[in-house]
């Protein structure tokens, strides 16, 4: 027998036996059809096709519709995916949510970078400086009191600042305020007189309004301008003259009793930037 015929053989006798148990009149049929090589030959080939199809059908489904159900499953117990799962799912794609809003740039929260406005940031600073200065000026030309730091221009004992009378010699009368604009260095008439700060003589006069006898000088000290004054001297004592430069600590006078006086003293004036300040703090401050 050839192994077409067998194997038809032994399909014919599984199906009789399938049926016998489930009705015996039909085992009868079905050993009388299986007798028939001709008829089950045509009827078993198309079986045999339907059910492998079925089979492969199952199989695809066994494999699918878990991984289906588990990506669905994540869905709808978490609502909406993250950011870190979307990836994961789909690299080429990005979910950003609806809420999600451009935070406003601060402009405070980052530095100038660019020579434009390094120079402009200086330039405000230097103004806010400026402004302090005049501030303190007028607090001390109406008669308040500053500390050392508000008037120090350069170190103190530096030498670009002097006192203008020597150390010992004098005593302070009075100060700035209630309409009196410098201090009264009281001293013996003859006093040598020295320039607090180097510069250039302005005024060298021996009538200069109420100050009598007066020279005014202009300087640089710390890069802020100063000018001082020193009135009431003695007549033909001046030692400089307008126009000339003279150091720290030079000569240029000696104590009178000249002008608007009662008594020989120094009035010694200090102005910084065109403002007024009490002249001794000053001094203290950058003299030492």
Do not use: C
Not at 179 to 188: I, L, S, W, Y
Not at 227 to 249: C, D, E, F, I, W
């Amino acid at each position: 027998m050839s192994a077409e015929a067998q194997e038809e053989s032994l399909l014919a006798e599984d199906i009789a036996t399938t049926d016998a148990a489930e009705d015996p009149k039909k085992s009868r049929k079905v050993r009388g059809r299986a007798a028939s090589r001709t008829g089950t030959r045509s009827s078993v080939k198309p079986m045999r096709t339907v059910a492998i199809f079925a089979a492969v059908g199952a199989l695809v489904a066994a494999v699918a519709l878990p991984a289906y159900a588990a990506t669905g499953g994540t869905s709808a117990k978490s609502g909406a995916a993250t950011l870190q799962q979307m990836a994961a799912d789909d690299a080429q794609s990005l979910v950003v949510a609806s809420e999600a809003t451009t935070a406003p740039l601060d402009r405070g929260t980052y530095a100038a970078t660019t020579p434009d406005e390094i120079a402009k940031k200086k330039a405000e600073e230097a103004a806010k400086k400026r402004a302090a200065a005049a501030a303190a000026a007028r607090t001390a030309g109406a008669g308040g009191r500053l500390s050392d730091a508000d008037l120090r221009l350069v170190a103190a004992g530096s030498g670009e600042v002097r006192y203008p009378l020597p150390q010992g010699s004098y005593y302070v009368s009075r100060t700035v305020g209630s309409g009196h604009n410098g201090a009264d260095m009281v001293a013996p008439a003859g006093t040598p007189i020295f320039a607090a700060a180097g510069g250039v003589v302005r005024v060298s006069s021996e009538s200069y309004f109420g100050y009598g006898v007066a020279i005014v000088i202009d300087s640089v000290v710390g890069g802020q301008r100063v000018s001082t004054l020193y009135g009431h001297m003695t007549n033909g004592t001046r030692a400089v003259s307008a126009g000339q430069t003279v150091q720290p600590g030079q000569f240029i006078g000696k104590v009178g009793n000249t002008g608007r006086s009662y008594g020989a003293h120094l009035h010694f004036e200090v102005h910084v930037n065109g403002s007024l300040v009490e002249p001794i703090s000053w001094l203290r401050a950058n003299a030492g």
